[in-house]
Nanobody, 124 residues
Framework: QVQLVESGGGLVQTGGSLRLSCAASGRTFSAFLMGWFRQAPGKEREFLAAIMWRSGKSFHTASVDGRFTISRDNAQNMVYLTMDSLKPEDTAIYYC?????????????????WGQGTSVTVSS
């Protein structure tokens, strides 16, 4: 089992920045890929970015590329999502996820473990 706990969400004005954190514990060595998703009210869960736990190679979806950056600190078992130039449409619950299979995957069902989410609200 891998436990994930997100933090760092909150209320921010348009154009502001936030850094979300995801603390991983348990059998973290079994995690291959760490991802960030978000879900706005009435919408499906949306892939944002992923990072390979060991190599650090990262991937970002086109809609947030250049504004959002995923990173990790293996020593601290932490994964981060730095979000800049925030817009009201970025308002959502943000989730951290861990996948145990090789490869890069972007759909929620391919991830094995999830955090409880952290809320981000961007005011206009």
């Amino acid at each position: 089992q891998v436990q994930l706990v997100e933090s760092g969400g909150g209320l921010v004005q348009t154009g502001g920045s936030l850094r979300l954190s995801c603390a991983a514990s348990g059998r973290t060595f079994s995690a291959f890929l760490m991802g960030w998703f978000r879900q706005a009210p009435g919408k499906e869960r949306e892939f944002l970015a992923a990072i390979m736990w060991r190599s650090g190679k990262s991937f970002h979806t086109a809609s947030v590329d250049g504004r959002f950056t995923i990173s990790r600190d293996n020593a601290q078992n932490m994964v981060y999502l730095t979000m800049d130039s925030l817009k009201p449409e970025d308002t959502a619950i943000y989730y951290c996820a861990a996948g145990t299979r090789d490869g890069v995957y972007t759909t929620p069902r391919e991830y094995d473990y999830w955090g409880q989410g952290t809320s981000v609200t961007v005011s206009s």
